[in-house]
């Protein structure tokens, strides 16, 4: 199982961008997905999940109104569209996929994780 995730770079505070994560060798469609985020010295850190189906989307308070979690199942892709950026947004984003887990707002409910990409938001 591969998780590959892309789409980080440099933003000013108030820009945009989109992270992409895709997946190869798992049932793209059978797993909840979710976005994580690790800054320097500190805790990896929940962002949003999205259920298998799309239907279910959840973000930490941090992140809303700002961030929204997609999925393209036909091409085994989630997306983060990052709006509104903040210097608190910098961060080492990495996608998780997970089947059986009940929290999705915690790593244990992760079965699979991908290698991260920097997001770095200057002020």
């Known amino acids: 199982v591969q998780l590959q995730a892309s789409g980080g770079g440099l933003v000013q505070a108030g820009g945009s961008l989109r992270l992409s994560c895709t997946a190869s060798?798992?049932?793209?469609?059978?797993?909840?997905m979710g976005w994580f985020r690790q800054a320097p010295g500190q805790a990896r850190e929940f962002v949003a999940s999205?259920?298998?189906?799309?239907?279910?989307?959840d973000y930490v308070d941090s992140v809303k109104g700002r961030f929204t979690v997609s999925r393209d199942n036909a091409k085994n892709t989630v997306f983060l569209q990052m709006n509104s950026v903040k210097a608190e947004d910098t961060a080492v984003y990495y996608c998780?996929?997970?089947?059986?887990?009940?929290?999705?707002?915690?790593?244990?409910?992760?079965?699979?994780w991908g290698q991260g990409t920097q997001v770095t938001v200057s002020s």
């Open positions: 998780a996929a997970g089947r059986l887990g009940t929290n999705w707002s915690q790593s244990s409910g992760y079965d699979y």
């Open positions: 060798r798992l049932t793209f469609s059978m797993y909840n």
């Open positions: 999205i259920s298998w189906s799309g239907g279910t989307r």
